[in-house]
């Protein structure tokens, strides 16, 4: 048992995020039950599958990875659900725990979390990509920057548009604060979930222009693309 483990659990419920089964000692947020359930890609952290041939169709992506299949009726569906909307943000960390070491192979130098505008994060109260990306980089020791980018205007939802509106968007809807140069970093982009792909590829695409030599993988907690 871990010795905190009475006190956290007098500060968090220590009920399943997805099912609401309790917890037991050597579980952690999700239950092994649903655990068991979830769609894992097994995608490992290259060039060569389906997400990173999509992504690198829109911008020059170095390597991709993401750990779930998205369904919206199904059960990593409920996962994001949960993590966006009802204030479960350890979800984040402990997806990064399963997704890091598909990263091990070549791991980044620098994590940055997608942004959220100012008016969105203090509506939700938390940028719930960034648990994800702050639990990757303590795993792979890269250096975290969450706020080296920041979204200029606040945009509608995505959900209902389609791909050319998505990426209408999107485009020139960030900007970027790095503090040294980047040329030659491997960066990883970090988001929740891609769907067409259209602001992983903005942000790709905005910091090669900045930084040239530099390499830009995205990771992700799901995916789903279009075929």
């Known amino acids: 048992m871990k010795p905190f483990r009475p006190l956290l659990d007098l500060v ?33 952290f290259t060039a ?20 779930l299949f998205y369904s919206k009726a199904g059960l990593s569906g409920k996962l994001i659900h949960k993590l966006k909307y009802h204030h479960h943000a350890r979800i984040g960390p402990r997806m990064a725990d399963f997704l890091a070491p598909r990263l091990m192979s070549d791991p980044p130098g620098i994590i ?11 509506i939700r109260g938390y940028n719930q990509t960034e648990g ?9 020791g890269a250096r975290f920057h969450p706020n080296a980018l920041q979204k200029r205007r606040h945009t509608p939802s995505q959900t209902t548009k389609s791909p050319w509106e998505r990426w209408q968007n999107v485009d020139r809807g960030f900007r970027l604060r790095a503090g040294r140069d980047w040329n030659g970093e491997h960066i990883l982009l970090v988001d929740d979930v891609i769907t067409t792909g259209a602001t992983l590829a903005a942000l790709v695409r905005m910091i090669g222009r900045a930084f040239p030599k530099a390499r830009i993988s995205v990771a992700s907690i799901a995916f789903n693309l279009p075929r």
Do not use: M, N
């Open 12 to 44: 968090y419920s220590r009920t399943c995020a997805l099912c609401g089964r309790p917890l037991t000692t050597d579980e952690d947020v999700i239950c092994r039950r649903c655990i068991d359930r979830l769609p894992f890609t097994h995608y490992d």
């Open 112 to 122: 940055l979390p997608v942004p959220l505008h100012p008016r969105k994060l203090r």
């Open 48 to 67: 060569d599958h389906k997400l990173a041939r999509v992504l690198q169709a829109k911008a020059p992506v170095y390597k991709a990875t993401s750990l």
């Open 132 to 140: 994800f990306a702050r639990r990757l980089s303590r795993h792979t």
